[in-house]
């Protein structure tokens, strides 16, 4: 016996099933132009979070001793060498 005839029999299945709320039928052109905006929004929001990712590794560099100057360190060689140099300050 299939799942909808369990129950009242004199129900006739749902065709459809209602929305709640303010959603609406959308259109494949809205979506894949919602979709768009979406990544760009988003892809400014990472651009934003990595620039200021990056002045803060320079605003670092800047306090860190380096013995040649003109060398700039990776990220990475940044976070270490500043963990080991906090290390080495407080022994």
Known sequence: MPAEAVG??????????????????????????????????????????????????????SVLPTFPDDTKLTKIETLRFAYNYIWALSE
């Open 8 to 61: 009242n029999e004199a129900e006739p299945p749902r065709e459809r099933r209602r929305r709640r709320g303010r959603a609406r039928a959308r259109t494949e052109a809205l979506l894949h132009t919602l979709k768009r905006s979406r990544r760009v929004k988003a892809n400014d929001r990472e651009r934003n979070r990595m620039h200021h990712l990056n002045a803060a590794l320079d605003e670092l560099r």
